[in-house]
């Protein structure tokens, strides 16, 4: 299955900054997925990134708060901007390993905003 | 829109005994994926078993083994003889094959424990 390294695992931030999260995959794919993860909260999906188009954003997320960058088959970034302490939770990034829809996650990114 | 229920907020198992984690979903369609995840305290979210809709088979991988129950909407997890290192939040998900952009839909999970 495809190996997943993301970037940075965790980070403590200024609210009002911007991070950049990385996720690189092993192998070429098609979607990749950018999850939320808040305190003690179960998985939300921010938005699906295709390569060569525009990432398709669930409903509550916005491309300005969360813009996403794909610029090949296996890379992609996901922004947190202007952040503010609500922001704060886990973000990961996860891919469809091929092997009948067995989706593999990055190690997720911990963001601490103060 | 796809639900998935997880009643269970925690539970805790003795090693080496047999738990079950129940999961329920909400759906009006046919051809659909399930999965069950582990996330242990590193955060990693590793899959531990899949089952497709169309299958009436029961998927089982080593010591994990579900219970697919269609018509009723459920798909309870089974873990047989209990280790220490199953202690994890276990996170049930679904996802619709036809124009579901590939989305996994999760339930809020189930905080097990296994002990001494």
């Known amino acids: 299955s495809a190996v997943i390294s993301q970037k940075p695992s965790r980070d403590i931030c200024q609210r009002g900054t911007s991070l950049t999260i990385q996720c690189q995959v092993d192998?070429?794919?098609?979607?990749m997925f950018w999850y939320r993860q808040q305190p003690g909260q179960s998985l939300t999906l921010i938005a699906t990134a295709n390569q060569g188009s525009e990432a398709t954003y669930e409903s509550g997320f916005v491309i300005d708060k969360f813009p996403i960058s794909r610029p090949n088959l296996t890379f992609s970034t996901l922004t947190v901007s202007n952040m503010s302490p609500e922001d704060s939770s886990i973000y990961l990034c996860?891919?469809?390993?091929?092997?009948?829809?067995?989706?593999?996650f990055g190690s997720g990114t911990r963001l601490t905003v103060v | 829109a796809q639900t998935v229920t997880q009643s269970q907020p925690e539970m805790s198992v003795q090693e080496a005994e047999t738990v079950t984690l129940s999961c329920t979903y909400d759906t009006s369609e046919n051809n659909y994926y399930l999965f069950w995840y582990k996330q242990p305290p590193s955060r990693q979210m590793i899959l531990v078993i899949r089952q497709e809709a169309y299958k009436q088979q029961n998927a089982t991988e080593n010591r994990f083994s579900v219970n697919f129950q269609k018509a009723a909407k459920s798909f309870s997890l089974k873990i047989s003889d209990s280790q220490l290192g199953d202690t994890a939040m276990y996170f049930c998900?679904?996802?619709?094959?036809?124009?579901?952009?590939?989305?996994?839909?999760f339930g809020t999970g189930t905080q097990l424990k296994v002990e001494l």
């Open positions: 996860s891919v469809d390993s091929g092997k009948n829809y067995g989706y593999t």
């Open positions: 192998s070429q794919v098609t979607m």
């Open positions: 998900a679904f996802m619709k094959l036809a124009g579901g952009g590939n989305k996994l839909t």
